[in-house]
């Protein structure tokens, strides 16, 4: 049998060519997008990644501080270990520890958070009048502190045969039988001119005594334990009666400052002068030998 002719040949080439030409291209395999991960949580994720605590965490929570809570005030009013036994004092000069502690009654045995440190305060100002401020505190375990300070004299009123002390505020605030030395006398004795009784009927006696004392709280501490009496014979006229037989005319109760700094240059200028004046202490004056 005769084989293909050279045309059947380039027929049969001719057609592969056609069916190459006809075979579709491979397309590329699409990208996936991957599947989103599933939140574990029931709610919304929170910024920053951060969930918020479930409801049941919440409850446990906070029944957990009520119990620790109620344990702590359970600990601190029923333990037989917190409770107040002991009642320190510090401060006292005059007054002793004793009678700070039995004017405080501090209720020993109570439970120490239950002590009321302000009615301690307060019952000690009221009855002695000899305390000036005081701090109460608990001092755990078991303890109750009093810090006090007490009242300094600044004047004397003499009342019979005893001393009434007077402080740079003028509270008149105890009676001794003892005069305590450095702390001049408080005379206040209005004269009989005209200008005295108005400036009694104006001030009163005690608006009178109080500048004196703040006359005494203002001299230097040099003239201060050289001053024995301080007399007041109106608002305008007070003045001051030294060791030595000196005195001192200080006028009014103003002006302190600046009359104790002219008062301590005379003094140092004129060590032999027994009469100072510095009620105008701009313009001072001073005699004497």
Do not use: C, N
């Not at 050279?6 to 080439?13: E, L, V």
């Not at 949580?41 to 929170?46: E, F, M, V």
């Not at 009434?164 to 505020?169: K, L």
Request: aromatic share 4%; charged share 30%.
């Amino acid at each position: 049998m005769a084989g293909p002719t050279t045309a059947q040949r380039g027929d049969s080439k001719s057609g592969k060519s056609k069916l190459r030409l006809r075979t579709k291209p491979r397309l590329k395999p699409e990208s996936r997008p991957e599947p989103q991960r599933k939140s574990s949580g029931s709610g919304p994720p929170r910024p920053g990644g951060r969930r918020l605590p479930s409801r049941r965490t919440l409850i446990v929570s906070a029944a957990a501080v009520v119990l620790v809570g109620g344990a702590a005030i359970g600990a601190l009013y029923g333990s037989s270990w917190l409770r107040a036994t002991q009642v320190k004092v510090a401060g006292t000069e005059v007054l002793t520890r004793d009678e700070v502690r039995d004017a405080a009654r501090v209720p020993l045995g109570a439970p120490l958070i239950s002590v009321d440190t302000d009615t301690i305060a307060a019952r000690l100002r009221a009855e002695l009048p000899r305390v000036d401020t005081v701090r109460v505190e608990r001092s755990w375990p078991h303890g109750i502190s009093l810090k006090v300070t007490e009242r300094k004299p600044a004047a004397l009123i003499k009342k019979g045969a005893k001393f009434v002390e007077v402080d740079a505020g003028g509270v008149r605030f105890a009676t001794v039988d003892k005069a305590p030395r450095g702390v001049p006398f408080l005379a206040v004795e209005p004269g009989d001119s005209k200008e005295a009784a108005a400036s009694l009927r104006r001030f009163g006696p005690d608006r009178l005594r109080r500048e004196a004392v703040r006359v005494a709280a203002e001299l230097p501490a040099a003239v201060r334990k050289d001053t024995r009496t301080i007399r007041v014979r109106s608002y305008d006229s007070i003045t001051l009666e030294l060791t030595g037989d000196r005195e001192v005319v200080w006028g009014s109760g103003e002006r302190g400052a600046e009359k104790a700094r002219t008062l301590t240059a005379l003094m140092k200028a004129a060590r032999g002068a027994d009469h100072f004046d510095v009620s105008a202490p701009s313009s001072p004056a001073v005699s004497g030998s």
